[in-house]
């Protein structure tokens, strides 16, 4: 004779379906003769079925656009393209985000006075060598740190300005009639975007741009020092 | 990302046969096992963490990591075992950053002590205590009730997921179930006697 306590086992395995046919027989036997258990399958029973009942609500049917969006969009021919393009989105995103912060397009925390000192600007330039490795890396954990490194700036009071270059081909004028010459791919590695910081040296500036995850990212990072003597605000 | 052909039919690649697409690049694929799977991951997200928008969110996240590590599905597991284990991972990072899981089960407990304090007379206010109640198991014991109840998942397949021995499922399992029950008719009784 079975014993309610593996009875009770066998109740449960009953209802998620891990039940064989002879203890299925077993437990028969035991429920016809025992009024506990037999309360406690009804009881069991009751709460599984009812479960059954807790409705979900329906996902949001731009899903796919969502994914897509998150994606550079459409058929890509090699994982080494692929890391091109991601980590240029990266880029472009950390930096179009980064404009709509500093100019007030979106919230933003109250940025410190700016530091005194000399300007820089950051050139921002696409990886040359594509690094296998970041085939693997997730652009949202990349962007993110984009904003991280611009947001500490601005809070910093350190960032004077961004811009996101956009993504069509190069163009040059070049002779003296201004002729137009490009896409050239010589140019590569290309500059996707640039910051303008404030900085007490260029040794600062240097450390700055060290902490960018751009250079994480196989990207190249031009600084020049703007010449304050010449012009400007 | 297109995931239905010229006739506007549903792409009829089985699944292993997208993700070898998706390795060789072809983010179609993806859009394909997005299109396949996104309902039944979404519910999964969903009954862990009780709220649509994180769940949809939890869903983009996780199709996202679908693509990241596309090459370590070498087809062993079923996709959809190998897809709930990367739901669950996103799920349980999702709980850690937000600490979400202690607060839900703390709000769920609370709303459980309000409602047991009203009268429920429908059946609906019985299953809303029921999802409450649900949702206020400790995560451990949550999910693979969630598995089993709603996706109907052995035990061993389960503890797939969970990485788990299919013993410890069939433990957590049952002492879910019990819990649950053990609210669920304790609230009939207090209303009994109401």
Known sequence: MMKCELASELIIDRLTGNLSGSEEKELSAHLDSCDSCREAAKQLR????????????????????????????????????????????????????????????????????????????????????????????????????????????????????????????????????????????????????????????LNAAITIARNSPHLKYGGAIEVRSIDMVAGGN | MRVVDSRGQIDSNSDIELMSRLRSGDLQALGSLFLRHHARVYELCFRLCGDSQTADDLVQEIFLRVLRYRNNFAGKAAFPTWLNRIARNVCLDHFAKTKRRRSAQYQALESLSE???????????????????????????????????????????????????????????????????????????????V
């Open chain 1, 46 to 201: 009751t709460t599984w079925l009812d479960l059954g009942r807790l409705s979900v609500p329906s996902p949001r049917s731009d899903g796919l656009k969502r994914l897509s969006g998150r994606l550079s969009v459409g058929r890509i021919a090699s994982p080494r393209r692929v890391v091109i393009s991601r980590v240029a989105i990266a880029a472009s995103l950390g930096v179009a985000i980064l404009i709509g912060y500093v100019t007030g397009r979106t919230a933003s925390p109250p940025a410190s006075e700016s530091v005194a000192g000399s300007e820089f600007m950051f050139l921002l330039r696409e990886p040359a060598q594509p690094l296998e490795e970041l085939v693997t890396a997730d652009i949202t954990e990349i962007v993110r740190e984009y904003q991280d490194w611009a947001t500490d700036l601005a809070r910093a009071g350190q960032l004077i300005g961004a811009r996101k270059l956009a993504d069509e081909p190069d163009l040059w004028l070049v002779g003296t009639s201004g002729n137009r010459s490009g896409p050239n791919l010589n140019t590569w590695p290309r500059i996707s975007g640039y910051f303008v910081v404030a900085a007490a040296d």
């Open chain 2, 115 to 193: 409602e047991t304090e009203s009268s429920i007379d429908f059946p609906d206010e019985r299953l809303t205590f029921l999802n409450k109640a649900l949702m206020a198991l400790p995560l451990e014991k949550r999910e693979v009730l969630i598995l089993s109840r709603y996706h109907s998942l052995s035990y061993a397949e389960i503890g797939k997921v969970c990485n788990c021995s299919e013993s410890a499922v069939k433990v957590r399992v049952h002492r879910a179930l019990r819990q649950l029950r053990d609210l669920y008719f304790e609230l009939d009784r207090e209303n009994d006697e």
